[in-house]
């Protein structure tokens, strides 16, 4: 299995004519990022769309990106009104735009936590169709986000059970704060997870608690629990992948640790610090994970 790693741009400027981006990105390949994953709503599509590809050609990087099917980068109030169709002709605007970048993932914020079941259902149902039309299938996952459809586990395992080919993003630190609990303590939220794990194709690794959707230090002891739960659900992702794909399967993780107000004032290391370490200390869990299911 084939396990990647890319680095979140969240919280790093990228400068005039993505200059900054530029300097840093070398180091990032140095460190063992096979790419980076970029919040599209940040950038101008006339400008940085192609100076983005060009700097990832020279470094060697592959480019993910993170699009919005509404109410991109939740800025000023939401949108209200909006409804399968809306967000399925944004989707597919979306998926046109980003194809200079010719993006190795796609990862999407969509739908909205305000729909009913079936509103959603008709909305994934849309996207696999688009998917297909535009020749993306298997590049695209829905990120499980607060304020979209995919806010809860309960939501979540309707629509994947009506929608099977849909692929997700694991963010279950959203999931955490929203249930206020360890998801795989009880016998129900055990069968839940593991109904929801075959849909996901992309990883957000990021540990969070009950209480916060980011944990500052994963690896301090007062943090044991949320650690060890996070990793018997990633772990239990691989072996999926293992199951279903054989020695072919692939899967990119991304350690998505962002700036205040995600990361507490005060901590002892910055987002960037946690990220980056969390990155090693995972590549190796993982591969080591994988390699003893041979």
């Known amino acids: 299995m084939r396990i990647t790693r890319f680095r979140t741009v969240w919280g790093i ?21 096979s790419g980076v994953e970029v919040d599209l709503a940040l950038l101008d599509p006339n400008s940085d769309y192609q100076r983005l590809r060009e700097i990832c050609d020279e470094v060697g990087l592959e480019i993910g990106v993170l699009v919005f099917s509404s109410w991109p ?28 970048l010719r993006p190795a993932t796609i990862n999407f914020h969509s739908g909205e936590d305000a729909w009913d079941i079936d509103e959603s259902i008709k909305f994934y149902r849309g ?37 099977p ?23 129900g939220d055990r069968a839940m997870m593991d109904a929801i794990i075959p849909h996901v194709s992309h990883i ?25 739960c996070f990793e018997r659900l ?30 507490p004032i005060g901590s002892a290391k910055t987002h960037g610090a946690v990220a980056d370490e969390e990155a090693q200390r995972l590549q190796t869990l993982f591969t080591e994970f994988v390699a003893s299911l041979a």
């Not at 981006?21 to 990022?33: E, I, R």
């Not at 909006?82 to 967000?87: F, G, S, Y």
């Open 13 to 33: 400027e990228s400068g005039p004519n993505l200059n900054s981006w530029a300097q840093w990105f070398p180091d990032l390949k140095k460190q063992g990022y």
């Open 73 to 100: 980068q939740y800025a000023a109030p939401r949108p209200v009104g909006l409804k399968a169709e809306h967000h399925l002709q944004r989707y597919r605007e979306q998926l046109q735009l980003i194809r200079p």
């Open 127 to 163: 996207t696999i169709q688009v998917d297909k039309e535009l020749g993306v299938s298997g590049r695209v996952f829905h990120e499980t986000h607060r304020n979209r459809s995919l806010f809860t586990p309960y939501a979540t395992q309707r629509i994947v059970e009506a929608v």
């Open 165 to 187: 080919q849909l692929r997700i993003t694991a963010d279950f630190s959203h999931w955490m704060v929203a249930c206020e609990r360890l998801l795989d303590i009880g016998e």
């Open 204 to 228: 957000h690794a990021r540990i969070g608690t009950t209480q916060a959707s980011q944990c500052p230090e994963p690896t301090n002891p007062a943090f044991e629990q949320e650690r060890l």
């Open 234 to 263: 990633w772990t239990k992702i691989l072996q999926q992948q293992v199951e279903q794909n054989g020695p072919e399967a692939s899967i990119v993780f991304v350690p998505e640790y962002g700036p205040f107000p995600y990361h």
